[in-house]
């Protein structure tokens, strides 16, 4: 896990501005990043190259992601960032609805879980609407239990101190300009928010992993059983459903080549659980793992160096059976 450029527990400036007199542990980050637009050559690559850009040469401070940027975005972010010499730390923000959703229907135990396993430095939460912000204490406190690095929220605490309160274990908080900061400071004051510093989740016991497919995320143990098994062919949907009808519950893909990979890329959005990904060679593996927007498994059916096993845990999560 990459440790965070600051203590906890923190304000966090949305927007860059000058300086001026500012709270305790307030801080802002240095590099905002937006969505980029949809493009028919839409691919994780071009994503990684295009963040790349927008993120200065030798910085070191904060990079943040929108919260209106969809998840796998956000990932090809986390990307980039990871790819430099010296990563700066990467901090996703993601709206929610009231059903604990994010803008693009990725579920935000998923998203959490995903950007966790790849580095990310912190997770923010957004109240995507009214409705949302009434709820968000309550998905708050479940998105919690998920969490293994810091997590915070975004809310709009009114005109007293009582939601703040709802939040007595956010470890983040962030507003939209100086001003807003210099309120959550009043509030979090009141509230006796920060009491109790937060502290960071154990991680969870060896013998338990959460996968995570199509915006969904799945708890596995080791021992769990891979009962369907395909090679990525141009038939690749047929062949998929057919699995699903017979009521199978994890994928073990085959992907012999290029044009294989070039299969799985488009169609992966098709894949709803949880997938072992196998390529002969380690740079075709990692070329697939870039490509998957989600958590993959290995479960050693094509062997691959552990010094390469290393590096696809840390920079995709992997989870290595």
């Given at each position: 896990m990459k440790p965070l450029a600051f203590p906890l527990p923190a304000l966090i400036c949305l927007e860059p501005g000058p300086e001026e007199p500012e709270p305790p542990l307030f801080r802002r980050p240095?590099?905002?990043?937006?969505?980029?637009?949809?493009?028919?050559?839409?691919?994780?690559?071009?994503?990684?190259?295009?963040?790349?850009?927008k993120i200065?040469?030798?910085?070191?401070?904060?990079?943040?992601?929108?919260?209106?940027?969809?998840?796998?975005?956000?990932?090809?972010?986390?990307?980039?960032?990871?790819?430099?010499?010296e990563p700066p730390p990467f901090i996703?923000?993601?709206a929610l609805d009231e059903e604990g959703l994010t803008l693009d229907g990725w579920?935000?135990?998923?998203?959490?879980?995903?950007?966790?396993?790849?580095?990310?430095?912190?997770?923010?939460?957004?109240?995507?609407?009214?409705?949302?912000?009434?709820?968000?204490?309550?998905?708050?406190?479940?998105?919690w239990q998920d969490a293994r690095i810091p997590v915070g929220v975004a809310p709009s605490f009114g005109g007293g101190a009582q939601i703040a309160a709802s939040f007595p274990r956010a470890s983040l908080l962030m507003?939209?300009?100086?001003?807003?900061?210099?309120?959550?400071?009043?509030?979090i004051a009141q509230a006796k928010l920060w009491t109790v510093p937060p502290s960071i989740a154990p991680p969870p016991e060896d013998?338990?992993?959460?996968?995570?497919?199509?915006?969904?995320?799945?708890?596995?143990?080791?021992?769990?059983?891979?009962?369907?098994?395909?090679?990525?062919?141009?038939?690749?949907?047929?062949q998929l459903m057919e699995l699903e009808i017979d009521g199978c519950d994890a994928l073990r893909l085959i992907l012999p080549d290029e044009d294989a990979l070039d299969v799985f890329a488009a169609e992966q959005y098709m894949i709803t659980m949880p997938l072992s990904l196998c390529a002969p060679d380690a740079a075709l593996m990692e070329r697939a793992l870039e490509a998957f927007a989600g958590r993959a498994v290995y479960d050693g059916s094509w062997p691959l160096p552990q010094e390469d096993l290393d590096r696809f845990v840390e920079r995709y999560g992997l989870i290595v059976l």
């Open positions: 240095q590099t905002l990043l937006y969505a980029l637009p949809q493009r028919e050559d839409d691919s994780v690559s071009r994503w990684i190259e295009e963040f790349s850009i200065p040469e030798g910085e070191s401070g904060l990079v943040m992601a929108d919260c209106g940027m969809p998840v796998p975005q956000q990932r090809a972010a986390l990307l980039a960032c990871a790819r430099r010499p996703s923000c993601l579920d935000g135990e998923a998203a959490l879980i995903l950007l966790q396993s790849m580095g990310c430095a912190a997770v923010i939460f957004v109240p995507a609407d009214e409705e949302a912000l009434k709820e968000l204490p309550r998905l708050f406190s479940r998105l507003g939209a300009d100086a001003a807003a900061c210099q309120d959550l400071a009043q509030r013998d338990w992993f959460i996968a995570v497919s199509n915006g969904q995320d799945h708890l596995l143990d080791p021992a769990f059983d891979i009962d369907g098994q395909l090679e990525c062919q141009p038939d690749f949907i047929e």
